[in-house]
């Protein structure tokens, strides 16, 4: 069973444009929501991520929008440019078995910009 | 240099074959991690350990094994690996909050 379910699973934009990508969540114990950017050749790396307490965090380019009532979240990347071609993962996190915390993963985006 | 390394960086195997990836992080992080990345399926964990005694399974442990040598190190193996281990792996660390996980440049594996 897939907790964090994202889309669309691959993704084509043309330089200047939006990047919309999607994510759901189910457990409601979920509080916090990051997104993680991956390169070819590379490791994820933490892009931006958000907590329950707010609907929106923008960093430069990168936003992402959270409705807690719908248990959905979003990454929007204004203005896309070919140098953020790249997997795109969301995940969430929240406390599990052992009062650990878990970070659940989403299935990864690759979004493609094309110049 | 590196918070996180992997060696080796790409390894060609073939079936049957016992396997160690290895992976070091200077981060001082107590947690580490091992994930595979398939296309299509995401991250899958393998195995996690929170500190030097403590290691659990992951979602698909079957047919590896890990050892956590130091705080520091964090080694995956696969006793006699088989062609659908194909993958590439990561090694990742954590502090004790959890949240925010530091990937290594992964391992590309194939097994003929």
């Known amino acids: 069973q897939q907790q964090v379910k994202q889309s669309p699973q691959s993704l084509i934009v043309q330089k200047g444009g939006i990047s919309i990508i999607n994510c759901a969540y189910e457990n409601t114990a979920f509080d916090y929501f990051p997104w993680y950017q991956q390169f070819p050749g590379k490791g994820p790396a933490l892009l931006i991520a958000i907590r329950p307490d707010v609907s929106e965090k923008k960093e430069g380019r990168f936003t992402i929008s959270f409705n807690k009532s719908a248990k959905q979240f979003s990454l929007h990347i204004m203005d896309s440019q070919p140098g953020d071609s790249a997997t795109y993962f969301c995940a969430a996190s929240g406390l599990g078995a052992g009062n650990n915390r878990k970070l659940i993963w989403g299935l990864g985006t690759s979004l493609a910009v094309n110049p | 240099d590196a918070d996180v390394t992997q060696t080796p960086r790409n390894r060609i195997t073939k079936t049957g074959k016992r396997i160690m990836l290895e992976c070091s992080q200077t981060?001082?992080?107590?947690?580490m991690y091992w994930y595979r990345q398939d296309p299509g399926l995401g991250l899958r964990l393998i195995y996690y350990s929170f500190d030097v005694k403590d290691i659990n399974k992951g979602e698909i442990s079957d047919g590896y094994s890990v050892s956590r040598q130091a705080q520091a190190k964090f080694s995956l193996s696969l006793e006699s690996a088989i062609p659908n281990q194909t993958a590439l792996y990561f090694c990742a660390t954590s502090d004790q909050a959890g949240d925010t996980q530091y990937f290594g440049p992964g391992t590309r594996l194939t097994v003929l």
């Open positions: 981060k001082g992080h107590d947690r």
